[in-house]
């Protein structure tokens, strides 16, 4: 990409981040730039109908040109196609259960998966529910936008284990140990025997896409496969989100 596209592209990002018109000097400095290179951008955009000027001031907005782009990108979007490659990654690379999922309310649905070729597997159909403070996809869902799950749920949790956690302070704890893994585990929460490592897939703003992740018997959670299963999640999670245009913001 040439350096004048990259920028064109950067003012566009920094304009949607205004509630309000921007003058040209506040754009330019956010930018970094010059105000005569960042006014030439601007004209140029404004001849293409992405960005216009506001009367009688001249400060600068966008268009609905953009909104009406990102409407018709996402009528096409189709998350299950997008990550099928990451979960066949992150099944060759441990050998496991890969799945993907989604926020439903205060619960993660399943809608993709390939099973392990193993024997002894999970019971994990398209379509099953977790709660979301039980689940390793559901954590990891809580672990990308904190403020706004936490606040969903309410003490007592309800408990399906011995080692669901029983109240949201400590669900938070671990959220926190999530967060600074790039993963979140659970062993046992919702199903005793049951284990799981995920990561959020980067949506728009804090909130994600969905999740990837592992499901498979506590037994072989051992702490020498763990390691490499969450590095195999985590990389999957951050190529997925780099591919849908989220993993550098």
Request: glycine share 6%.
């Amino acid at each position: 990409m040439s350096e004048t596209a990259e920028k064109a592209i950067k003012v566009l990002e920094v304009l949607s981040s205004y509630d309000a018109p921007v003058r040209l000097v506040d754009l330019s400095r956010q930018m970094q730039m010059n105000k005569s290179t960042t006014y030439r951008l601007l004209e140029k955009l404004r001849q293409l109908g992405y960005v216009r000027q506001d009367e009688p001031n001249g400060r600068y907005m966008l268009t609905v040109r953009m909104w009406e782009i990102g409407v018709r990108a996402f009528r096409r979007f189709d998350l299950r196609a997008w990550a099928r490659p990451h979960l066949e990654d992150i099944h060759r690379a441990t050998n496991e259960t890969a799945v993907l999922a989604i926020l439903d309310g205060r619960e993660v649905v399943i809608i993709d998966k390939i099973d392990s070729a193993q024997a002894i597997q999970p019971f994990s159909p398209l379509g099953s529910r977790t709660p979301l403070h039980c689940s390793s996809l559901g954590k990891a869902l809580i672990a990308a936008d904190p403020q706004t799950l936490l606040a969903t749920l309410s003490d007592p949790l309800q408990s399906f284990t011995p080692r669901t956690a029983p109240s949201v302070a400590r669900l938070a704890a671990e959220i926190e140990t999530a967060r600074a893994e790039g993963v979140a585990v659970a062993v046992d929460e919702f199903r005793e025997g049951v284990s799981g490592v995920a990561a959020p897939i980067a949506g728009m703003e804090r909130t994600p896409f969905g999740v990837l992740g592992v499901t498979l018997p506590t037994a072989r959670a051992t702490p020498d496969r763990l390691p490499g299963i969450k590095t195999a999640v985590r990389t999957a999670a951050a190529a997925l989100s780099t591919a849908l245009g989220r993993g550098a913001g």
